[in-house]
C-alpha cells in the first residue's frame, strides 16, 4: 500500500493500516521539519476527538487542547453569542493546531515501524486500473524512482499526483463562491473568549484563537489582493474597524508571524475510487474555512479508508472499498451544505448558488437580506440555534 501526502488523513490512514497489519508506505514531497510546522485548522470536531480516542491517538490532544463552545456574531446592528457547546448536540470543538497533530500522528506511526519516504515527490500514479499500479516519484536525492503496490492512497491534496492522474469517468464538481480571505496568524494573546465573526461594510473579519499567545485571523480581501500588500499596523486597524473594536474593545495587537491569501472554492471529485487509486482528504474534496471542516472532513475519510481497505487486504471483503466512495461522499455533502450556508452568512459579496452542482445542496439558500434574516433568526430562534450547532460542529 502506498500512501501520498503526511497530512491529518495520510497519516491518520498510516497509522491505521500498520497497526491492522497492512504493509505500507507514507510518501511525502516535504521534509520532516516542514510536515510538523506547516499551520493549519485548528479546530477539530467531537467526532474527530472520538476517532482519534478510538484509536489511542489523542494523547497530545487532551494533554494540550482546549474545548471551545461559544460563537459571537457582531454586525452593526449590535451583537450575540451562541453557546453552541450547550445547544444541538452539546458537543463543543477541541482547539488544537493541526500542525501538532500532525506531528503526533507522525511521532507514533515512526514510533510503532511505520515507513515513510519524506523528500520523496510522487509525480503520477500509473495503471491505477490495474492490479499492480505504480507512482512515479522524484527520489529525495533527485533520481527518478518508483513503487508499486495493491493499492495507492491520494491523501496529497487538490493539486497532487493523485488528482493529476485521475482516469476518465472522474467528475470534478467545481464551484467558485467568489470570496477571499487574507489568513492571518499573530503572535498575540486572543481578544475574544469565543470565536468572533463580525459582518461589516467593509467586508468579514474574523478571530479564532490557536493558542494562548497565538491567535489566527481572517479579513475578507479583494481577488488577487497580494499577502503582503497591507503593513502589521494597516492590517490591525482594519481589524479593529471589522471587528467593531470601538464598540467592543481593543485587540491585543501582535506580530504578524504568516499571512496568506484564500480564495473560497468548493469541489468534489466522484466517484473516490477509481480501480486501485483511492482519494482521501483534500485530494477527494476541497472545502472553505468558513465553517472549519477540512482537517475533520480528513480524519473521518482516513478512517472509513482504512476499515475498507483493511476488510479488502485483511479480511478479504473487496465489497467494502465499493462502499467507501458513497459513505464517505455522504459526508463530505453534509459539510459541504453547511459550509455554503456559512459563506452566504457572512459575506455580502459571495456568488449565488447558480446553476451548480452544490446548489441542491443549499438547504437554507441566502440572498443578502435573508443573510440579515438568518442572523437574527440565529439570535432568537432556539430551533435555528440548535440547528446550527448541530452542523457546526457535525461533519
Not at 105 to 124: C, D
Request: include cysteine.
Amino acid at each position: 500500500m502506498v500512501i501520498l501526502g503526511a497530512g491529518p488523513a495520510g497519516l491518520l490512514l498510516g497509522n491505521l493500516l500498520h497497526r491492522n497489519g497492512v504493509d505500507c508506505v507514507v510518501l511525502e514531497r516535504a521534509d520532516r521539519t516542514r510536515v510538523e510546522t506547516r499551520a493549519r485548522a485548528g479546530f477539530l470536531a467531537a467526532n474527530t476527538v472520538r476517532i482519534l480516542d478510538r484509536h489511542g491517538l489523542a494523547g497530545g490532544l487532551h494533554r494540550h487542547g482546549r474545548p471551545h463552545g461559544v460563537c459571537e456574531f457582531r454586525t452593526a446592528g449590535g451583537r450575540f453569542r451562541l453557546d453552541y457547546g450547550s445547544l444541538g448536540r452539546g458537543e463543543r470543538h477541541t482547539v488544537y493546531p493541526q500542525q501538532d497533530l500532525v506531528t503526533d500522528l507522525l511521532t507514533h506511526y515512526l514510533g510503532a515501524g511505520g515507513r515513510i519516504g519524506f523528500e520523496t515527490e510522487a509525480l503520477a500514479v500509473h495503471d491505477a486500473g490495474t492490479t499492480r499500479p505504480s507512482v512515479a516519484v522524484r527520489e529525495a536525492d533527485g533520481r527518478p524512482g518508483e513503487w508499486r503496490a495493491r493499492y495507492v492512497a491520494g491523501c496529497d491534496g487538490r493539486h497532487g499526483a493523485a488528482r493529476r492522474s485521475l482516469p476518465r469517468g472522474a467528475v470534478r464538481h467545481h464551484r467558485d463562491h467568489g470570496v477571499s480571505w487574507l489568513g492571518l496568524l499573530a503572535e498575540a494573546p486572543p481578544s475574544l473568549d469565543a470565536v468572533g465573526y463580525a459582518v461589516h461594510e467593509r467586508g468579514f473579519a474574523g478571530h479564532m484563537a490557536r493558542t494562548p499567545e497565538v491567535t489566527r485571523y481572517y479579513l475578507e480581501c479583494e481577488r488577487g489582493t497580494a499577502a503582503g500588500a497591507r503593513s502589521d499596523e494597516q492590517i490591525w486597524d482594519e481589524l479593529e474597524t471589522r471587528l467593531y473594536a470601538a464598540e467592543y474593545g481593543a485587540l491585543t495587537r501582535g506580530r504578524i508571524l504568516h499571512r496568506g491569501v484564500v480564495d473560497f472554492e468548493s469541489d468534489v471529485i466522484e466517484p473516490l475510487r477509481h480501480g486501485s487509486l483511492l482519494l482521501a482528504g483534500d485530494a477527494a474534496s476541497l472545502i472553505s474555512p468558513a465553517a472549519a471542516k477540512g482537517a475533520n472532513l480528513a480524519v473521518l475519510e482516513a478512517e472509513l479508508l482504512a476499515q475498507a481497505l483493511t476488510a479488502d487486504l485483511v479480511h478479504g471483503d473487496p465489497g467494502a472499498l465499493e462502499r467507501y466512495s458513497e459513505r464517505a461522499l455522504a459526508h463530505i455533502r453534509r459539510a459541504q451544505r453547511f459550509s455554503h450556508w456559512m459563506i452566504r452568512l457572512l459575506h455580502r459579496t459571495a456568488a449565488p448558488g447558480g446553476e451548480s452542482f452544490f446548489h441542491e445542496f443549499l438547504r437554507y439558500p441566502l440572498d443578502e437580506s435573508a443573510a440579515d434574516e438568518a442572523l437574527e433568526a440565529l439570535r432568537t430562534s432556539r430551533t435555528r440555534q440548535d440547528w446550527f450547532a448541530t452542523y457546526y460542529v457535525g461533519v
